[in-house]
């Protein structure tokens, strides 16, 4: 009696993607449950009820998309043409503490499988937030994926600490393991976002459970840089010191990797995610995947978060890939288009480590394929002399919507190109609700330089007010004459370096927002330590008693990005400079505490010295008194208020 099966596919052009990237054509193949059992020729011998006729039509293998951030199609288009840090700490991160939840991931997630389902994906990577409810939308739209429960090293949308995410993870992994779609995994973020702890027990907890491990790394060479002064050595060895390659590593990226670290790579047997256009889109360069290829690493494609992509279409990317290796190397031999498919199917599975499963039609694998239409108009026509042309014509001529069916795990998810387990029409609507609450959100938070400062995240909402005076000197002797008496008592001193870059916006009132790097100065004069604050002055005097001012409105925060940073996020209409060498005391004149600098400036030029004699102040009866404090001790230093200048350094640097 011939053998039964649930399901014969027939007359098919079957591209198996195997490791002999065998080919039948007008060919079967037989599916069992979840199972393929038979592929070409031996699958004639199956008698099944059921037969697909697949004329005209190529069978593969379901594409992979080996890195993505799947809710993050909630969240495409919103910022777009940006630096990454600018594009991920101004506005994906602040965004997604404010909305990231268990709905928002779903909807997302939902979202991201109606499209990958119909771009013939089959398998994902995902990395992301609340990863439970990722995994339960993806095994309800019927798709198979690596699901990893992100750990950073700062608070999360689903973790105050690394300490609960990593509960989190080891919780998610529990419940998950054995799933027939859903492999669960830890995802620490990347070693610059994580803690040597965090890579460490990440791996071990992998290790633990014998799951793979999602991460980012080298992506920028400004990632490779800092591993560099930091640790004295790049991403990769770095990250091997910290156990990382205990575990079964899925490494996104690898943009800047040099040829040791890509035999380390293949030494430890960790996959690779390439993302061309996610890379191209952030700038952040081409990845050596020909070298990578030829040392034996497994590399797979991804689209990575469709926040920076902004889709999910594997098949712009793998044709991507394919046309960047023969542009940045000259040679059109490079990555020819077998291989390109190659990674997208058998060596993307294997990056993942899922290979077992899925990435090849072959008997044993589970039955996850694609059928594509190949009498579509730019499909025409075909050549049967070369064995190969199937490929080029799947890479450089085929389009996602070429796919009309897809399987996985032996279930049909979309029919002649209508999706089986999702409501697209349904998701559409909810998604565009969800990005009128984004916009309105980020709208509101553009309306004030402050709301961004809050947003950005660290940002100290921290309003003080002051009485302080400026006063142009020509010498300090007689200043530290009077500090050196018994007039006044000096607590503490201390020298400084200071870079100002002021920014000024298109609206006064925003006021002035303030970068200052500090170099503290030791007593040779050698710089001893650095920090850097933002300070956010607002233009309004609250009263003027004579020379002295009293001030409110100061917004300090750690400035925990580059002054480029905060260039390209605030976009102020002006930029001002000024850098001087400052002398600072806390003194105590008469019971009342003062700072008094004195500043020569370097930029802009300046003949002399500049003191200035500040204190907090809580009220105006307060500021009134300590006003008239401040002119005895300008009297002291021998300053008349004629002396006295009323705006600040910036306003001579911008030459008013
Ligand atoms: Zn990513």
């Known amino acids: 009696m011939a053998p039964a099966c649930d399901l014969r596919l027939i007359n098919a052009t079957i591209v198996t993607m195997d490791a002999h990237f065998a080919i039948f054509k007008n060919a079967a193949l037989a599916i069992a449950g979840d199972s393929i059992v038979a592929v070409g020729p031996g699958a004639d011998a199956y008698e099944c009820a059921d037969t697909v006729d697949c004329r005209g039509r190529v069978v593969m293998p379901g594409l992979i998309n080996a890195h993505t951030h799947v809710p993050m199609t909630l969240l495409r288009g919103l910022a777009d043409d940006l630096r990454l ?66 750990v950073l090293r700062f608070p999360t949308p689903d973790a105050k600490s690394y300490e609960d995410s990593l509960a989190l993870a080891r919780d998610f992994i529990e419940r998950w393991r054995g799933h027939s779609l859903i492999v669960p995994a830890p995802a620490p973020h990347a070693p610059y976002t994580c803690t040597p702890e965090i890579l460490r027990s990440c791996a071990e907890l992998a290790a633990e459970f014998d799951v793979p491990l999602h991460t980012h790394l080298a992506e920028t060479a400004f990632e490779v840089d800092q591993s560099r002064r930091e640790y004295g050595m790049p991403v990769v060895p770095w990250v091997k010191k910290q156990g990382l390659f205990d575990a079964k590593v899925l490494a996104a990226h690898c943009v800047h990797v040099d040829e040791g670290e890509i035999r380390a790579l ?8 390439h993302n061309p256009t996610s890379n191209l889109k952030l700038g952040a360069g081409i990845a050596p995947v020909a070298k990578m290829l030829e040392l034996g690493v497994d590399v797979g494609i991804g689209t990575d978060g469709p926040a920076s992509n902004n889709d999910l279409d594997m098949f712009e990317e793998m044709r ?25 199917t058998r060596l ?43 490929y080029a014509q799947l890479v450089y001529a085929s389009k996602s919507t070429d796919v009309v069916d897809v399987m996985c795990n032996g279930a049909w998810l ?47 909402e921290q309003e003080s007010f002051e009485v302080q005076v400026k006063a142009r000197v020509a010498s300090e002797a007689p200043l530290l004459a009077v500090l050196a008496g018994k007039a006044v008592t000096v607590v503490k001193s201390s020298r400084y370096h200071q870079y100002d870059t002021y920014w000024s916006f298109e609206d006064p009132d925003q006021g002035w927002l303030r ?142």
């Open 85 to 150: 840090d600018v594009w991920l700490m101004g506005y994906m991160m602040p965004v997604e503490r404010e909305f990231v939840d268990p709905d928002f991931v779903r909807l997302g997630t939902k979202l991201g499988c109606a499209e990958m389902i119909r771009s013939g994906v089959t398998c994902f990577a995902d990395m992301y937030y609340f990863e439970d409810a990722i995994a339960r939308a993806t095994a309800d739209a019927g798709l198979r994926a690596l699901c990893a429960q992100t």
């Open 266 to 273: 293949k030494n430890f047997n960790a996959g690779v995610a």
């Open 320 to 344: 991507l890939a394919a046309l960047l290796a023969k542009g940045v190397s000259g040679d059109p031999t490079a990555l020819p288009a077998r291989d390109a498919l190659a990674m997208a």
């Open 348 to 390: 993307g599975a294997r990056a993942m480590h899922l290979d077992h499963l899925t990435g090849s039609l072959e008997p044993g694998k589970r039955a996850d394929l694609i059928v594509v239409d190949l009498d579509r108009l730019h499909n025409v026509p075909a050549f049967e002399r070369d064995p190969d042309a199937i």
């Open 414 to 460: 979309m029919r002649d190109r209508a999706l089986l387990t999702l409501d697209e029409e349904a998701l559409r609507h909810a998604a565009r609700d969800a990005a009128r609450r984004i916009d309105l959100f980020l709208t509101s938070r553009e309306v004030s330089v402050l709301q961004k400062l809050v947003a950005v995240g660290g940002a100290i």
């Open 515 to 656: 970068y200052r790097e500090d170099e503290f100065l030791d007593r040779d004069g050698k710089v001893a330590g650095a920090r850097a604050r933002l300070t956010l002055t607002g233009r309004t005097r609250e009263a003027e008693f004579g020379a002295v001012l009293l001030f409110r409105s100061r917004y300090l925060a750690p400035a925990a990005h580059s002054a480029r940073f905060y260039r390209e996020y605030f976009r102020p209409a002006a930029e001002h400079l000024v850098e001087k060498d400052r002398r600072r005391w806390l003194l105590v004149y008469r019971g009342v505490e003062f700072y008094l600098h004195l500043d020569r400036l370097i930029n802009p030029p300046s003949d002399g010295f500049f003191i200035e004699l500040k204190s907090r102040t809580w009220s105006r009866r307060d500021a009134q008194d300590k006003a008239t404090v401040i002119n005895e001790l300008l009297a002291l230093f021998g300053t008349s208020p004629d002396d006295t200048i009323r705006d600040g350094y910036v306003t001579l640097a911008a030459g008013r």
